[in-house]
């Protein structure tokens, strides 16, 4: 059975890097085809994403969570959700996507810190080895985007560590917390939360309040029905998809393990993009793709 279970969390974690690879193309469609900005995306990311676990955790009885754990899942919308998905977009408005992507890929390294600090997860050098080939080639394909850098400013900088930082603490919440719930009773409570922190920065009346912390101009832009239709499929498979398959395989898996198969994401953004769009991979990009394989077959291994 424990063989089992492993096998269906090494399943589940490439399903999770899989729908999330798929961001940047369904992302594509919102913001382009509707003229939205990134950070409304975040947004509807979030609420849709968290209607739709709410759903599914209606239809499945899942919404039943003692009131201790309900309010600790909602406060946990505020770091994992709000945090991770409002501070990369503040990266990207600032510093590019490029260096936004690669400054959140340091969740690699933090979720093998909180493995070993808060689970005891071993500290051997393969693990070690791995981490850092994880994060090295991560950050080798991000850089091989080629979209422009707008130049380090420290709001960019910060905001896109800040997301790395709440994205490595979702797998340590879920080691903790979901031993004894599903992920979908977890973000049920989590995603709203998470879209109701985010609106604020949304609404013309209060933008002017967080213009000293470098957050851009920001409110809601027209919708039509094939917007909503966009941002429904995004959700759907980049939230509902991916957040459900990431924190079942944080259950059956070390949390270590399942942030180093992650990183397999801009690997199979960047094979995605070559397949639907003809885009070329550079050297950089290849040898990028090597170490994250690498790293990946050495943690399974190991």
Request: aromatic share 14%.
């Amino acid at each position: 059975i424990m063989g089992s279970q492993r096998v269906m969390g090494y399943v589940l974690t490439f399903t999770a890097a899989t729908c999330w690879a798929l961001t940047g193309i369904l992302g594509k469609m919102s913001i382009q085809d509707a003229n939205l900005s990134g950070f409304e995306v975040a947004f509807w990311r979030a609420a849709i994403g968290g209607a739709m676990f709410a759903i599914h955790a209606l239809l499945t009885g899942k919404w039943r969570v003692e009131p201790k754990y309900a309010l600790a899942f909602a406060l946990f919308g505020i770091p994992g959700v709000a945090g991770v998905m409002g501070g990369y977009m503040v990266g990207v408005e600032k510093i590019g996507v490029s260096m936004a992507t690669m400054l959140q890929y340091t969740s690699t390294g933090w979720i093998a810190v909180w493995g070993m600090v808060f689970f005891k997860e071993s500290a051997t050098i393969w693990r070690i080895g791995a981490v850092a080939m994880a994060m090295i080639g991560a950050g080798m394909l991000c850089w091989s985007g080629g979209d422009a850098v707008l130049g380090l400013t420290a709001a960019g900088v910060i905001a896109s560590l800040i997301s790395g930082i709440c994205y490595s603490l979702q797998s340590a919440f879920g080691k903790k917390f979901l031993t004894n719930y599903s992920s979908v009773s977890l973000y049920m409570f989590a995603m709203p939360v998470g879209a109701l922190v985010m609106l604020p920065f949304l609404l013309p009346q209060t933008n002017h309040l967080f213009a000293p912390f470098g957050v851009p101009e920001l409110s809601f832009g027209a919708k039509t029905p094939m917007d909503w239709f966009n941002l429904i499929v995004l959700a759907g498979v980049t939230v509902w998809g991916a957040y459900w398959a990431y924190m079942e395989g944080v259950k059956r898996l070390e949390i270590t393990k399942v942030g180093i198969i992650c990183t397999i994401e801009p690997v199979m953004a960047a094979m995605l993009a070559f397949a639907l769009f003809g885009e070329s991979m550079t050297w950089l990009g290849i040898v990028g793709a090597a170490f994250v394989m690498g790293a990946i077959f050495i943690s399974m291994k190991k």
